[in-house]
């Protein structure tokens, strides 16, 4: 290399915009480095400047369209179709997908002024305040009108707020974990009691990561006196017909997030169809598109929900129903 190139090099070095380190984005984004390294390779995205020692350093706005891009393969995207694209295009895409499910702004209570006030201490880093503040809510509201009212608009906030970039995935999987002990409390405080009918086993089929919706609804049913037996994540379709047998099972509540593919959603029923016990009901609930789809809420064998309101009335109906 000649002087001048030397020296051009150098002066573009010193020019390189602030930016990310691989690792940094990799925690940022939850897309592993191996992964950024491929896509740069194949899709000529991301493409990051050079530091001084030539490490990468990824820009702001190309940390920004891998948040959007690792939504959208959650959703069920494939990289090839979306990791090229650029950020206007990703932002409609995620439109699209979210369009079916309400907003933070459409969900009872959802005022956003109230909802980034309780999420501040989150922002802040003070994990008690928040926990202290969730804690006050609950006492205040009781169980369901706390996962209605506020808890439900708080999710789809902190989901928000992720993608703009305003939360980290460090932060988000705090406020996950604060709520899931808070609920665990809440539904251990009620569970002692609570053995009356039905008796509803709750679990997410293979591919499903997503828990927290789950507890909610076990939070819910729990406070209408069910008799809830909660399998955890990710449980196959065999296992969860045999549970159901085995337990006694009046029902088999399913929670599907946003990201819920049609295919999870469609070979999951299948299965389940095959070997769910005789008398055993299956009621899906959650913010997957597939679950607004006409043909599949045509089916009378399914109770489907996208508001979690919709949990007393099945318990509801389903208690009239073996009284008279």
């Known amino acids: 290399m000649s002087d001048q190139e030397q020296d051009l090099s150098k002066t573009k070095m010193q020019n390189v915009e602030p930016g990310l380190g691989i690792a940094a984005v990799e925690r940022d984004t939850g897309l592993s480095k191996d992964l950024l390294r491929v896509w740069e390779r194949r899709y000529g995205f991301p493409q990051p400047a050079r530091d001084a020692q030539g490490e990468r350093l990824y820009p702001a706005e190309q940390v920004q369209r891998l948040r959007l891009v690792k939504r959208l393969l959650d959703a069920g995207q494939r990289p090839h179709r979306v990791v090229a694209l650029p950020e206007s295009e990703l932002q409609a895409q995620l439109q699209l997908l979210q369009a079916p499910v309400a907003s933070s702004k459409q969900l009872p209570g959802a005022?956003?002024?109230?909802?980034?006030?309780?999420?501040?201490?989150?922002?802040?880093?003070?994990?008690?305040?928040?926990?202290?503040?969730?804690?006050?809510?609950?006492?205040?509201?009781?169980?369901?009108?706390?996962?209605?009212?506020?808890?439900?608009?708080?999710v789809g906030r902190v989901g928000e707020l992720w993608a703009q970039g305003e939360l980290q995935i460090h932060e988000e999987?705090?406020?996950?974990?604060?709520?899931?002990?808070?609920?665990?409390?809440?539904?251990?405080?009620?569970?002692?009691?609570?053995?009356?009918?039905?008796?509803?086993?709750?679990?997410?089929?293979?591919?499903?990561?997503?828990?927290?919706?789950?507890?909610?609804?076990?939070?819910?049913?729990?406070?209408?006196?069910?008799?809830?037996?909660?399998?955890?994540?990710?449980?196959?379709?065999?296992?969860?017909?045999?549970?159901?047998?085995?337990?006694?099972?009046?029902?088999?509540?399913?929670?599907?997030?946003?990201?819920?593919?049609?295919?999870?959603?469609?070979?999951?029923?299948?299965?389940?169809?095959?070997?769910?016990?005789?008398g055993c009901e299956l009621w899906l609930g959650g913010s997957a598109a597939v679950l607004r789809r006409p043909a599949l809420q045509r089916q009378a064998d399914l109770r489907i929900g996208t508001e979690l309101s919709a949990l007393a009335v099945w318990v509801q109906d389903w208690r009239q129903q073996r009284s008279a």
């Open 111 to 154: 005022d956003l002024s109230v909802l980034d006030a309780h999420l501040q201490p989150l922002k802040q880093h003070r994990s008690h305040d928040l926990m202290e503040g969730l804690q006050t809510e609950l006492l205040r509201r009781g169980l369901k009108g706390f996962v209605i009212e506020l808890l439900a608009p708080l």
């Open 173 to 278: 999987h705090l406020f996950s974990e604060l709520v899931k002990q808070l609920l665990h409390r809440a539904i251990a405080q009620l569970g002692g009691a609570q053995t009356a009918a039905p008796r509803v086993l709750l679990s997410t089929l293979p591919g499903e990561e997503h828990g927290l919706g789950l507890l909610m609804v076990q939070a819910l049913l729990t406070a209408e006196g069910c008799n809830c037996i909660s399998l955890g994540l990710q449980t196959p379709a065999a296992e969860l017909a045999q549970a159901c047998a085995r337990h006694r099972a009046d029902a088999l509540a399913l929670s599907f997030s946003r990201y819920a593919s049609a295919a999870l959603v469609e070979d999951g029923l299948q299965a389940l169809r095959a070997g769910l016990p005789a």
